[in-house]
């Protein structure tokens, strides 16, 4: 018996929108780029519901004659190509004619449209791969396509749709993306009737930006400098946050492949380890990277909406993108140090490392680039400030450290360095005991042991957090783990949190930047095997509160509290790193002291 039976076209039409169709913002996708393609210069766009209820889109493009309006919903309209040789040559966004008729197989849509030459216009509604209405109508010149209840008719595509929010953030990014990419094009983009971005054309990348963000975003931001490291090939340009900058997330990094928004991991790893030990673990750069290279050595199709790409010679782009990210921020940190003067004498020695390009190429170049941000006094108190925090992570490539060949006798204490380094006279060698990272070592391995009975004390003011409805669900998810960790949770309001207690430790610290750094690793990392995840929640959690906790360089310490701080190092399980992986006990020898005095 014959199994096989042909889909009539319109359910076959519906299983074909999914390729394109996914979401609200797939569909804001086509659509602008339909919009760029006609040459439009202003298009506004409508949201209802984060583009559940109703898209709509307004350009002044070249709109369309009245033939073609009825004709552009039909699978594989497209006045782009006549045939598949013109692919090499294309510089549309669009050429395969399938975006509106997905569309309309899965929502209601009406379309205003007309061209220059005509006196006016033409309506037209569509649903159901089916006319409903065609009339003349009056208009300006352009298109207005409008999209509303999508996935009436696919209930199961339906139930797939995020929360508003998180629909209405992809929007918010996509839209972003296209404002950058076209800085000359007028963009307005409103929310349930609400404006949330007016940009009107400018001429620079930077402009546009700053109205996109804001002028102390932009402010955050270095060109990328061209260099001879590029291969001839490639082009890039755009711009980077510098070291001071930080994000919770991914949301403004931003690459384009010859102008399109593109969405690729292996670019964004590149970026991310051109920051290696200039931002602190799980904080992300801003970045507006533009790479221009020739059509045959990138595949922009290999993916039905358009979002991948995927390159001819992946390994060189990347490492061009990473050497071009380092190179920016060490130019950037190196002209800040000319202009410096006075410095402190230990900042001096640590600032004077060469930065001829040769070190460029070799790997413990991250080492030095850290080397030039030294460890600051009260390092962790700059949080909420959005000040630098530079840690280094623990790496197998670390500087080697000099371990103590005996353990110490703690009456031996001569005397805190810099009030930041304790000083150690043991027989035939000199200790030097790095206090801050000392305290945050025995501060984890005891956080760690008292993983379930932190106790919190009540604070005598609740902290109000202001919270996201992703925070929300992720905060009474989690409600349990942060009970565990000292931190009683209240909400107040629909936004809002009351903070009632904290671990002790940390009542000097501030409390709110913890709680939502806590927050992101958990949205960020929750995906991850569920063991694993727990694994690095609590390691995540516990280094965090140790680094909050524990005395700062800078501190000035009794010797009692060094004898008690050197005892509880030494009863440490990992005594000689931080939970960083920076050296907590750094010695040298009486042997090579007398060397060094040629005695
Ligand atoms: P494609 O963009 O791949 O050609 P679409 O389904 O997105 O396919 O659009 C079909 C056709 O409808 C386009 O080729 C174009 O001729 C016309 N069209 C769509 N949107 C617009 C617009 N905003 N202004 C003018 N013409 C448009
Ligand atoms: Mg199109």
Redesign the pocket.
Known sequence: MNKIKLLPPDQAQKIAAGEVVERPANIIK??L???L??G?KQISLYIEEAGKKLIR?I?D????SPE?AS???LPH?????TSIDQLETLT????????????SAVSKVTLL?KQAAQKSGILLQYSESKVLQQKEASCPQ??D?SVADLFYNVPVRKKFLKQDETEWNQIQSLFQAFCISNPTIAFKLFHDNKLILNAPPVTNLKDRITQVWDFNFAQQLLPLKSSAHIPEWLSVSGYISNHHFWRYGKQTIFFFVNERWVKNPELSKALLKGYLNVLPPGKYPAAFIMLTLKKDLVDINCHPKKEEVRFTKPGAVATAITTLVKQTLEQSVSHKLEQKSSLPVYEKQAYQIPLESKHLQKPEYTHQLFDLFPPQPRTYQEQNTHEPIIHVRPQENIEPISIPQTEIFTANIVGQLFNTYILIDNDDEFIMIDQHAAHERILYEKFLKNFAHKEGTKLLFPEIIQLTKENLVTLVKEKEFFAQQGFELEQVSPTEVALKTAPPQLNDTPLKAFIYDILAFIEENEQADYELFRKKLNEHTHSHMACKAAIKAGDKLTHEQMVQLVKDLYKTEKRFICVHGRPTIWSISKHEIEKHFRR
Request: one cysteine or more; charged letters at 20%.
């Open positions: 086509e659509l780029e339909n919009s393609d006609a439009a889109i350009d493009g070249c709109g369309m073609d004709l552009c919903f309209a497209t006045s782009k190509i549309s966004y669009g050429f395969r004619g399938e975006a509106l008729a997905s569309i449209t352009g298109t396509l």
